[in-house]
């Protein structure tokens, strides 16, 4: 059974960093795309970041340059680097393992 195990997250303020970690188990994530998605309250969740199987990597325009998303392969686990966080950073993060594997969620909330 695919299981994802989230940990990180919590308080900033404006301009830290915070790196969030997503632990698989059940498989193994060395040849599968991996993403972070966020939703904050009221809105949609959406695609943060994505890790391709061949390294190729895609941000959404409002994280480039501040984010990161890589992966640890010996440890099957995925990372998001978060730089320069504002506070409509704000939001839950989840990491994503297609098809419709989920994380379990994690708060990030940046104080101004």
């Known amino acids: 059974q695919v299981q994802l195990v989230q940990s990180g997250g919590g308080l900033v303020q404006a301009g830290g960093s915070l790196r969030l970690s997503c632990a698989a188990s059940g498989t193994r994530i060395s040849f599968k795309s991996m993403g972070w998605y966020r939703q904050a309250p009221g809105k949609s969740r959406d695609l943060v970041a994505a890790l391709l199987p061949g390294g190729r990597t895609n941000y959404a325009d409002s994280v480039k340059g501040r984010f990161t998303i890589s992966r640890d392969n010996a440890k099957n686990t995925v990372y998001l680097q978060m730089n320069n966080l504002k506070p409509e950073d704000t939001a839950v993060y989840y990491c994503?393992?297609?098809?419709?594997?989920w994380g379990q969620g994690t708060q990030v909330t940046v104080s101004s």
């Open positions: 994503n393992m297609p098809s419709n594997y």
